[in-house]
């Protein structure tokens, strides 16, 4: 299904940044000076397969298009879907890789029917995230990720949940008024304490900067440009980082593998299938690393999305609160959040704009094909969901802030089952989506009762896209406690 749009997309809108390159601002001027057209094919189609070449663009000698990801995040790989189409390729870091763009192409890689697509993560992330589920394929994914799931249960989700409401309410209670409040650091320090008591049962407070460093450390490395371990590089506060994560959850495990409580940590510890097999401790480490990075990391991302979304739209903003006092004092229950519809409308449309992980990595374990192009074996594949989230051809208006268009009336979302798809999809969908979910609604719903916020009609979010994207001066809001009515 193709959307048909509502009228001309305003390019001055305040989406802009995700869709058009600047031309006017001198750094991004050189850059694009500095970047050179170098056409050029992956590799010549067997005789008679009746395949295409991909073709693309090298860019800068090693670093291919990586500066312009770096400076210009989606608006980078938009601008080459719309030169080279679905599927093209580049070099960058030395590494040739194939770009695989919009919802078509993203079915057959996440379809993976003929078992040609393995995960490709390991060059980004292994040294730092060593078989985390992300990293993990085929049938032994399957088995790990078949544990795992007793830790995601809807009965394990309820017994968070308290726990969750309870941390939020008293963080959020904590936060001054009629000033402005940095909400990407502040929220990060809450999930990350949320993340900690939840997931592991356990009081970071003295340990949280510590830990929060080593995670940080971990997930700029991956697109580190000197891969080895030179003083003062990116790669080697990754390493440092992992040997402090490493550190904190040995310790923690003898406790873990005794107790029989309801946190994330000892649930793992636990878990077995019908014949008996259970995880290695360091199958628990290693899952457990990776779990908190991504579940702290994401929900930080999509709860300060949210924030300046709601902050820049007060009409939003009045709705949600105004569903959120629907149900006076009571207390917040999973069913009752759950059937909170604008609220659900507004997270849909920022993880729409800011997805959280942008895309997907792949690596071909044999040759294939992509739409007719011909991929051959040991290639990297860049999956850019992001990008499907912002192509016109599926999205009515797509700069436009618009939560109504996942309503049931719309649907938009429908248009293609992978024009939306924040939590990636296929066998490596989001185990956590559902926690993810709770999370970021119980952090609104907090912040909605308890005050109201403004920014600037001027201010743009600076995103950063040298890791997941986050805001590099905070994503400040400006608070004011709202005044409850008698």
Same mark, same amino acid.
């Given at each position: 299904?193709?959307?048909?749009?509502?009228?001309?997309?305003?390019?001055?809108?305040?989406?802009?940044?995700?869709?058009?390159?600047?031309?006017?601002?001198?750094?991004?001027?050189?850059?694009?000076?500095?970047?050179?057209?170098?056409?050029?094919?992956?590799?010549?189609?067997?005789?008679?397969?009746?395949?295409?070449?991909?073709?693309?663009?090298?860019?800068?000698?090693?670093?291919?298009?990586?500066?312009?990801?770096?400076?210009?995040?989606?608006?980078?790989?938009?601008?080459?879907?719309?030169?080279?189409?679905?599927?093209?390729?580049?070099?960058?870091?030395?590494?040739?890789?194939? !770009?695989?763009? &919009?919802?078509?192409?993203?079915?057959?890689?996440?379809?993976?029917?003929?078992?040609?697509?393995?995960?490709?993560?390991?060059?980004?992330?292994?040294?730092?995230?060593?078989?985390? !589920?992300?990293?993990?394929?085929?049938?032994?994914?399957?088995?790990?990720?078949?544990?795992?799931?007793?830790?995601?249960?809807?009965?394990?989700?309820?017994?968070?949940?308290?726990?969750?409401?309870?941390?939020?309410?008293?963080?959020? &209670?904590?936060?001054?008024?009629?000033?402005?409040?940095?909400?990407?650091?502040?929220?990060?320090?809450?999930?990350?304490?949320?993340?900690?008591?939840?997931?592991?049962?356990?009081?970071?407070?003295?340990?949280?900067?510590?830990?929060?460093?080593?995670?940080?450390?971990?997930?700029?490395?991956?697109?580190?440009?000197?891969?080895?371990?030179?003083? &003062?590089?990116?790669?080697?506060?990754?390493?440092?980082?992992?040997?402090? !994560?490493?550190?904190?959850?040995?310790?923690?495990?003898?406790?873990?593998?005794?107790?029989?409580?309801?946190?994330?940590?000892?649930? !793992?510890?636990?878990?077995?299938?019908?014949?008996?097999?259970?995880?290695?401790?360091?199958?628990?480490?290693?899952?457990?690393?990776?779990?908190?990075?991504?579940?702290?990391?994401?929900?930080?991302?999509?709860?300060?999305?949210?924030?300046?979304?709601?902050?820049?739209?007060?009409?939003?903003?009045?709705?949600?609160?105004?569903?959120?006092?629907?149900?006076?004092?009571?207390?917040?229950?999973?069913?009752?959040?759950?059937?909170?519809?604008?609220?659900?409308?507004?997270?849909?449309?920022?993880?729409?704009?800011?997805?959280?992980?942008? &895309?997907?990595?792949?690596?071909?374990?044999?040759?294939?094909?992509?739409?007719?192009?011909?991929?051959?074996?040991?290639?990297?594949?860049?999956?850019?969901?992001?990008?499907?989230?912002?192509?016109?051809?599926?999205?009515?208006?797509?700069?436009?802030?618009?939560?109504?268009?996942?309503?049931?009336?719309?649907?938009?979302?429908?248009?293609?089952?992978?024009?939306?798809?924040?939590?990636?999809?296929?066998?490596?969908?989001?185990?956590?989506?559902?926690?993810?979910?709770?999370?970021?609604?119980?952090?609104?719903?907090?912040?909605?009762?308890?005050?109201?916020?403004?920014?600037?009609?001027?201010?743009?979010?600076?995103?950063?896209?040298?890791?997941?994207?986050?805001?590099?001066?905070?994503?400040?809001?400006?608070?004011?406690?709202?005044?409850?009515?008698?």
């Amino acid at each position: 299904m193709v959307i048909a749009q509502h009228g001309p997309v305003d390019l001055g809108s305040e989406n802009r940044q995700f869709f058009e390159i600047p031309r006017n601002r001198p750094l991004d001027i050189a850059l694009a000076a500095m970047t050179p057209e170098r056409a050029a094919i992956l590799a010549k189609p067997p005789r008679g397969s009746g395949l295409q070449p991909v073709v693309g663009d090298l860019g800068m000698p090693f670093i291919g298009h990586g500066l312009g990801w770096l400076r210009w995040g989606p608006a980078q790989q938009l601008d080459l879907y719309r030169k080279y189409g679905p599927v093209s390729w580049e070099k960058p870091l030395g590494n040739k890789t194939v !770009l695989v763009t &919009g919802p078509d192409a993203t079915q057959v890689v996440v379809n993976n029917k003929d078992k040609a697509f393995g995960q490709g993560w390991d060059y980004y992330i292994g040294p730092f995230f060593p078989r985390g !589920l992300l990293l993990l394929q085929f049938e032994e994914h399957m088995f790990h990720r078949r544990l795992m799931q007793h830790a995601f249960t809807r009965d394990r989700l309820a017994a968070y949940f308290h726990d969750l409401t309870r941390l939020v309410d008293d963080a959020v &209670g904590q936060w001054e008024p009629n000033r402005q409040l940095p909400s990407y650091p502040t929220i990060k320090a809450m999930t990350l304490d949320i993340a900690a008591e939840i997931f592991m049962d356990a009081d970071v407070g003295p340990e949280r900067d510590r830990l929060n460093d080593a995670f940080i450390a971990c997930t700029h490395a991956a697109l580190a440009v000197v891969r080895h371990p030179v003083p &003062g590089g990116n790669w080697r506060r990754g390493l440092q980082g992992r040997k402090v !994560l490493e550190e904190y959850f040995y310790r923690m495990l003898p406790t873990k593998r005794a107790s029989r409580e309801d946190d994330m940590f000892s649930a !793992l510890c636990h878990a077995q299938t019908e014949d008996g097999r259970r995880f290695s401790d360091a199958d628990v480490v290693n899952h457990m690393i990776f779990l908190v990075m991504a579940a702290h990391d994401t929900s930080t991302t999509t709860a300060t999305t949210a924030a300046y979304y709601l902050g820049k739209h007060p009409e939003w903003q009045e709705r949600a609160r105004a569903e959120a006092l629907a149900r006076g004092d009571a207390p917040l229950d999973m069913v009752g959040l759950e059937g909170m519809p604008t609220l659900e409308l507004v997270i849909k449309e920022c993880l729409r704009l800011v997805a959280p992980v942008p &895309g997907l990595v792949r690596k071909t374990v044999k040759d294939t094909e992509i739409l007719g192009r011909y991929v051959p074996a040991g290639v990297m594949v860049s999956v850019d969901h992001w990008v499907n989230h912002l192509l016109p051809e599926y999205w009515s208006d797509p700069q436009r802030f618009d939560p109504d268009r996942f309503s049931e009336k719309r649907r938009e979302d429908k248009s293609h089952r992978y024009a939306w798809m924040p939590f990636g999809a296929g066998a490596h969908k989001c185990i956590g989506m559902h926690f993810g979910m709770l999370e970021v609604k119980t952090i609104l719903d907090a912040m909605l009762r308890n005050f109201e916020w403004t920014v600037p009609s001027d201010y743009r979010i600076p995103w950063s896209f040298s890791s997941m994207p986050f805001p590099r001066d905070g994503a400040p809001i400006t608070l004011q406690r709202r005044i409850k009515l008698a």
